[in-house]
């Protein structure tokens, strides 16, 4: 009976290697397939604030930089309005600002992969963004079409606040049609 238990004893050797051989080649393929959603998560994160750093970053500059350095048509009075020109591009601008920052750091800080976007309260808060967003570019709109004289504009100001207006209610159709998109 002594050879059988030797050769049992070799058997449960020969497992316990095999068995500990396919454990370590397991947690190599984890660790390399994380490494590498690590990486698709970087790249992600870089692409987006690329994008982010093209399409907003410029437009908050431009509106803070015009809002308190031009005087051609900025102060103008819009009416029985309190809110000027320059007023709009102020607030658009710092706003445009602070929302660059605050993505910034949620993209920064957030695993693309576990993001949940159907949190409530994140919802509200972009439903309240949205809010002000359009509320704020049609009070725009309607002081520099309507009430003040754009005439008196310098081109720059002129051609830079009419972009900028057709710009934000292009991206705010786009917006809302996305959203209708993925309520459907």
Known sequence: MQPNSDIEANHEEDY??????????QNQLVAVHTKSINSVNCWAKTIIIILLSLFILPFGITSTYYAFTDNSC???????????LKDYLAVDGI?????????????????INTFNSDNIIIKIILILCRIFVLSWTILGAIVFWSLIDNNKCDHGIYNYTFALLIIKFVSIILSSSEINSKNK
Do not use: D
């Open 74 to 84: 900025l102060n103008l009075p819009a009416g029985k309005l309190i809110v000027t």
């Open 95 to 111: 706003l445009s600002l602070i929302y660059y920052v605050v993505i910034l750091l949620t993209i920064v800080k957030t695993n």
């Open 16 to 25: 316990r290697k095999i068995r500990n051989e396919l454990i370590k080649q």
